[in-house]
């Protein structure tokens, strides 16, 4: 008699295919055959036998043969297990990569235990001890926050979020209305402040707004914590996560995010969330490889799976190759050292290996990445998108918002500029409260500056809140212009804003540079007209290939045609640059190709004066500028130029990084 144990390593476990396979296998040789697994004992012969063990993927079994064949017979149904029954098992996931950088490591799944909250009442007598209660709890949560804050918090930017987790427990609507439901309704303290977290959550939620609704993730996380003080429940067990984890949850908090990087694990993926979310943001901040919005991740990913996440193109693998697992731990090896030398450029200015300056800016979204953008001494905000503050929303912004977060954003950046590129909604930005028609080609209708003379009105309620918070460093730019006539209509209405404030005695800074993006054929061809009425031009490569080439960029089925270093786009930009440098204003890129390091001495050959970027590629881009040589990147631009193809192009930059690695 052999025994052997055994263990299932196929992703699908004993469906009816590998117990298939281990029936006719068992069948072939002289030996009584039978598999155990816990308590059942099952004839190895018998198809539903097998099936009926259930043994899912990492069950372990024991194999059991008594016979002449038994050895023949062990060895041949250890092959099956051992080749996973022929099954392919490396997975790969998609998601959205918001925080970047490789983790390797053990899957650990994590799974929030739920508050069970009784809808108890409590006697009158009881009022006062529940009240203290409530007080009492209160106040532990926020020696918590204040934990964090000192022993976890990475970053100003953190820091002003878990401030803002302390500000909802101190916010007197709150203590006032949960003590009101236990005076008056006689609430126990859990069902009172279950009931108000309720509610503000559903207000939040019918914003219908990605942004807004993201932070609802901070009253959430506030209940969680509060919650877990008054029922003494103790909150998920962090114990097993150690620095070989990669955790996944259904989604994650702020907080959780500070505690689960205090257990130094590699990485990690939810199902849900968004770029712009707080516990995205801290990620970035911690630079911990995060992934979001993966909807079949906790059916597909088993605790105890070996996984990687790409913080750089989104992709999950799990149950890797062997061949993918030495790829990604020779990348991950590679970005580690990489990120230690990137850490060391920061204080240095963006300057060409032989001299020349390149102005190196950031975009940002939403204010929460300016921690970020002053952390890594960017020399100013070469586009701060608006959008976020119209899109999907009920209601408009007024002045006074926005004159707050733009002043904000001013002092805190000061002395560097900060470029506001006026709203640019449309297209693929529908905003609802600006009552935008349904168009049948949006990307040709109704959008960028389009939208702002359609609503004048709010419009120069932006404009406004823009001159009345420049304290000198605020330039204005205008989105999609494609001819100097909206130009000088948008300045008038400018100079209309700057003398109604004055006449109102409002404070504002009239002196205020004015610039004009370049996405749009037309506005390339008269770019010399455009450019003697602005104080510099910003080009947005992203929809400047879409229009120069009719591709739309968000559609797979054409994506082939979209081709960012076309001789037609290349020859655009040099043609914008020259008439800007005629008029004498700067020139800056804003769309991707300035993120992409492979393009970068392209640009500062075409003589780019500025490159605008992500927060998080602002150092590998400063980098790639320190090893580029000005007047190398001409002589190749040079070249470029007298190509008729974008595949030749490609060729010339392709041999052109390999010769410069």
Do not use: W
């Amino acid at each position: 008699m052999i025994r052997k144990k055994i263990k299932v390593t196929n992703r699908m476990g004993m469906h009816a295919r590998p117990a298939t396979m281990i029936v006719k296998a068992a069948t072939k040789y002289r030996a009584e055959f039978h598999i155990i697994k816990d308590d059942m004992d099952i004839n190895g012969r018998s198809i539903m036998g097998v099936m009926t063990l259930a043994a899912e993927y990492n069950s372990e079994l024991e194999l059991v043969a008594d016979g002449v064949d038994e050895e023949f017979l062990i060895k041949e149904i250890s092959e099956l297990f051992a080749a996973n029954f022929g099954e392919e098992q490396m997975k790969i996931l998609k998601g959205l990569a918001v925080s970047e950088g490789i983790a390797i490591g053990k899957a650990r799944i994590i799974e929030r235990e739920k508050h069970k909250i009784e809808r108890k009442l409590i006697e009158k007598s009881e009022v006062t001890k529940e009240l203290e209660r409530f007080n009492g709890d209160v106040k532990a949560a926020l020696a918590e926050i204040d934990s964090l804050i000192d022993n976890y918090a990475a970053s100003q930017e953190h820091k002003d979020i878990l401030t803002t987790q302390k500000m909802i427990l101190q916010d007197p609507e709150f203590v006032n209305r949960v003590g009101k439901q236990i005076r008056n309704e006689l609430c126990s303290v859990e069902h009172a402040v279950s009931n108000y977290f309720t509610e503000v959550a559903g207000i939040f939620h019918k914003m219908n707004n990605d942004f807004y609704a993201q932070r609802v993730s901070d009253y959430e996380d506030v209940a969680y914590r509060l919650l877990s003080h008054t029922l003494k429940q103790r909150r998920s067990n962090l114990a097993d996560l150690d620095e070989n984890s990669v955790l996944f949850m259904e989604n994650i908090t702020p907080s959780f995010v500070t505690r689960v990087f205090a257990k130094r694990i590699q990485g990690l993926a939810t199902v849900q969330g968004a770029r712009n979310s707080h516990s995205s943001i801290i990620a970035r901040s911690m630079q911990l490889p995060m992934l979001v919005g993966i909807p079949d991740l906790l059916r597909e990913v088993k605790e105890g799976d070996q996984v990687i996440l790409d913080g750089f193109s989104g992709d999950m693998l799990i149950d890797p190759t062997e061949e993918e697992l030495q790829k990604y731990r020779k990348i991950y090896e590679q970005e580690k050292s990489y990120q230690s030398k990137l850490q060391k450029l920061i204080d240095l200015k963006a300057v060409t290996a032989d001299g020349k300056k390149i102005k190196l800016l950031s975009n940002i979204e939403i204010p929460d990445e300016l921690d970020q953008v002053v952390r890594l001494k960017s020399e100013g905000i070469g586009l701060f998108r608006t959008e976020f503050l119209f899109i999907d929303k009920n209601d408009l912004p007024d002045e006074n918002e926005q004159y707050e977060i733009y002043q904000k954003i001013a002092a805190k950046i000061y002395p560097e500029t900060v470029i506001i590129r006026t709203i640019d909604v449309g297209g693929d930005k529908l905003s609802s409260i600006l009552n935008l028609r349904k168009e049948t080609n949006p990307n040709l209708g109704c959008r960028g500056i389009r939208i702002s003379f359609q609503n004048i009105a709010i419009f120069q309620q932006q404009i406004r809140a823009i001159l009345r918070a420049n304290q000198g460093n605020i330039s204005i730019m205008f989105p999609m212009i494609s001819d100097v006539d909206e130009v000088i209509k948008a300045k008038e209405i400018i100079a209309e804003c700057c003398r109604e404030l004055q006449s109102q005695k409002v404070e504002c800074n009239e002196n205020i540079r004015i610039g004009a993006m370049i996405e749009v054929p037309s506005a390339v061809i008269t770019s010399d007209a455009i450019a003697r009425e602005c104080d510099f031009l910003s080009i947005g490569t992203n929809d400047l290939v879409q229009y120069t080439l009719a591709v739309d960029r968000d559609n797979e089925g054409v994506a082939q045609y979209y081709k960012t270093c076309h001789p037609s786009v290349l020859r655009s930009i040099k043609m914008t640059v020259e008439n800007a440098h005629k008029a004498g204003i700067p020139v800056a890129v804003c769309g991707e190709m300035a993120s992409n390091l492979k393009y970068v001495k392209l640009l500062i050959g075409l003589g780019v004066d500025e490159l605008s970027v992500s927060p998080g590629r602002l150092l590998r881009v400063k980098d790639k500028i320190l090893q580029t040589d000005y007047i190398a990147a001409r002589k190749m631009i040079e070249k470029v130029l007298l190509e008729s193809s974008s595949e030749q192009i490609k060729a010339i930059i392709r041999k052109d990084n390999e010769e410069n690695i």
